[in-house]
């Protein structure tokens, strides 16, 4: 049986990613049953201001990790065990399906006919019109690395000024406002895949997989290899 600090943690990283996505793709969702009064700045602020409280609230019992490229960056730099980080990652995808299914009942998606809910896609991430896949691939890397930057220098480095998640949301916030009319900026499986899931087309996954993956890792072998303390 998992010790207790093993529950705590899974359970924290589930809760989190939860409500987190539950707030940001919420954000997506009542944005365009509002014909865009949230705009995209509310969307960035909700998903950046969601992850800086819920990643200092939950980080000193699991790292407040909530997306499986930032474990994957964090077992690149050696801070997550193999076994634990695929645990993590588990139960942020258990999280992130539970939110995209609290978001289609919420938001009419058994519902036929346009719902708010399918026409904000189920708050899942769209890659723009006439961006191809190679593009949105690179857009999500560059995206995402810029967060695992913030996640590595910001929150685990012991060099860092401790200021919570304040960085990483804004890390967030600022990729959204530039990333999110052309992909959505997911910048994290797991915010793509629940959305996605419950709304029923996971036809993008070849950009929210490999491109986060591909921009935490480089973030990460970069941060090992250049930056780290010595």
Do not use: C
């Not at 997306?67 to 964090?74: C, D, G, I, K, R």
């Not at 995206?143 to 890390?171: C, N, Q, W, Y």
């Not at 499986?189 to 950009?207: E, H, I, K, Y």
Request: net charge neutral.
């Amino acid at each position: 049986m998992p010790a207790r600090s093993t529950i705590a943690e899974l359970v924290a990283e589930l809760l989190g990613t939860f409500l987190f996505f539950v707030v940001g793709a919420g954000a997506v969702v009542v944005n365009a049953a509002t014909g865009g009064e949230v705009g995209l700045l509310g969307v960035a602020l909700a998903h950046g201001f969601a992850l800086a409280v819920l990643a200092t609230a939950l980080g000193p019992i699991s790292g407040g990790q909530f997306n499986p490229a930032v474990t994957v960056a964090l077992w690149l730099v050696g801070k997550v065990r193999t076994r634990v980080g695929a645990r993590i990652i588990v139960a942020q995808l258990a999280g992130a399906i539970a939110a995209g299914f609290a978001l289609k009942i919420a938001f009419g998606g058994f519902d036929g006919g346009d719902t708010a809910y399918s026409i904000g896609a189920g708050g899942a991430p769209m890659v723009a019109d006439g961006i191809s896949t190679a593009t949105a691939i690179g857009i999500e890397a560059v995206l995402t690395a810029l967060l695992a930057v913030a996640v590595l220098l910001t929150a685990v480095d012991g060099r860092a000024p401790k200021m919570g998640g304040l960085f990483i949301g804004l890390a967030v916030s600022a990729d959204i406002l530039v990333g999110g009319p052309l992909t959505g900026a997911a910048m994290n499986p797991a915010r793509w895949f629940g959305p996605a899931l419950a709304f029923g087309d996971l036809s993008a996954a070849l950009v929210y997989v490999v491109g986060p993956i591909l921009g935490a890792a480089v973030a990460a072998i970069s941060v090992r290899y250049l930056f780290s303390e010595r």
